[in-house]
């Protein structure tokens, strides 16, 4: 699902050039350090097979939460054509006292549907618990999701706090579902991979803050128009300027979980961020 800009960038600074509006095709300046990231297209996963059917679907949820853990834009639902995709099989083995040893075998196919890497976690969990979705089920997923996402990372630079501005992401407002949090966890994965730091550490001082707001239209013949704002603030909450996008969605299609959508509006808003940025930067170099 994507998230076109319909109002690129809102511009409150004083005495400095208009900015261009490169986002006016809904899509990204050919140089943004955020067109082709290796990662931008982000992970689908898939139910488990082999697993009974609530503890199939707990654990693809867990697998995504993981993988977004270590800055992978992942998610159980929606996916377009970059996509990879990630499926676990599983197999038990009883055991004494109620128990089973359960193993995961997670494969990873590209967006063409070739295997790109499998990764594979064990555990010993109580039956009831394998048949509930229960305690036991983040062992087979966490071990797994750290070289899960390497096979798709990229490999930009890491920054390096004291030599460029820091940016805090504040949990965005308004959103329906699991929205407030997804968008800014996916913003903040989005300004990394355009090799800005964040202010995501203690005793960090923002040069940079940004603001989401998120309004959602009642249902109208089975659709809803969400509408997304990006606000990039000074530290003393001065604007700076804003990124706007809106869509039509199913009615509903959010109410729970964001998943990869909550990456294709950020990945689609983070250059606008980052050109606000470098203008401010231009204007008031100071502040970095």
Same mark, same amino acid.
């Given at each position: 699902m994507r998230f076109p800009l319909i109002a690129a960038l809102l511009l409150a600074l004083a005495a400095c050039q208009p900015l261009p509006h490169p986002f006016e095709d809904s899509a990204p300046p050919p140089n943004s350090p955020l067109m082709t990231p290796p990662d931008s297209a982000g992970i689908v996963v898939l139910p488990v097979s082999g697993a009974p059917g609530t503890t199939a679907r707990d654990l693809a949820d867990a697998m995504a939460t993981a993988l977004q853990d270590n800055d992978i834009p992942a998610g159980t639902s929606a996916r377009n054509r970059g996509s990879y995709v990630l499926q676990g099989k599983a197999t038990t083995k009883g055991m004494?006292?109620?128990?089973?040893? #359960?193993? =995961?075998?997670?494969?990873m196919s +590209?967006?063409?549907g070739k295997p790109t890497g499998q990764q594979q976690a064990s555990t010993v969990m109580m039956a009831?618990?394998?048949?509930?979705?229960g305690a036991g089920i983040t062992n087979l997923v966490?071990?797994?999701?750290?070289?899960?996402?390497?096979?798709?990372?990229?490999?930009?630079?890491?920054?390096?706090?004291?030599?460029d501005p820091l940016i805090a992401v504040h949990k965005a407002t308004g959103a329906p579902g699991d929205g407030d949090q997804a968008l800014a966890t996916a913003m903040s994965a989005a300004l990394r991979h355009a090799q800005l730091s964040l202010a995501d550490f203690p005793g960090a001082v923002p040069n940079?803050?940004?603001?989401?707001? #998120?309004? =959602?239209?009642?249902?109208?013949? +089975?659709k809803q128009k969400v509408?997304?704002?990006?606000?990039?603030?000074?530290?003393k909450g001065d604007q700076i300027g804003q990124v706007k996008q809106e869509n039509a969605v199913a009615a509903g299609s959010l109410d729970k979980v964001w998943g990869l959508t909550a990456y294709d509006a950020a990945n689609a808003a983070a250059p606008g961020i980052t050109a606000l940025i470098d203008q401010a930067k231009r204007v008031a170099p100071h502040a970095s």
């Open positions: 004494p006292d109620g128990k089973m040893q #359960v193993t =995961v075998a997670w494969q +590209g967006p063409d009831s618990a394998w048949q509930d979705g966490t071990p797994a999701a750290p070289a899960l996402a390497k096979l798709i990372q990229s490999n930009n630079p890491v920054p390096v706090p004291g030599s940079y803050i940004v603001e989401v707001k #998120v309004a =959602v239209t009642p249902p109208v013949s +089975g509408s997304i704002a990006w606000t990039l603030q000074g530290p």
